[in-house]
């Protein structure tokens, strides 16, 4: 198991989930309701890892195209990017590869975070 989570905000966090899950292909593990309906406590996958999300004010910055916020190895890299982009993902870099063995592409959630996927796996 993973020793670092990722832990994001989402002024909507319900939203997020259901892109999360479309775009990305994340799986819901458990999502926590407060009283009022908004998400306290939710956790993704994707393989062997996890994000963690709750719902709170929105980012009151929208991150540079090169300021990954959650990194995410996958398998198909240009099949990823295809469900992505059908999903509506903001798409800041097509899959390219990199001089590490790496193919990578980068995209951004209705949110303004920036995920980047690709096979490198540390």
């Known amino acids: 198991m993973p020793s670092i989570y990722p832990v994001l905000r989402y002024a909507d966090a319900h939203a997020a989930i259901d892109f999360l899950r479309s775009a990305f292909d994340l799986t819901v593990h458990e ?31 929208r991150p540079a195209d090169d300021d990954y916020r959650v990194y995410v190895a996958v398998t198909d890299v240009d099949a990823h990017h295809e469900r992505a982009r059908a999903a509506g993902a903001e798409i800041i870099r097509p899959p390219f590869d990199t001089d590490y063995g790496s193919r990578d592409y980068v995209a951004r959630d209705p949110a303004g975070l920036v995920w980047s996927f690709g096979t490198y796996r540390p």
């Open 31 to 61: 999502v926590h309701e407060g009283p009022d309906g908004t998400v306290q406590h939710a956790q993704l996958g994707y393989g062997d890892g996890l994000v963690m999300l709750a719902s709170g004010p929105a980012p009151a910055f």
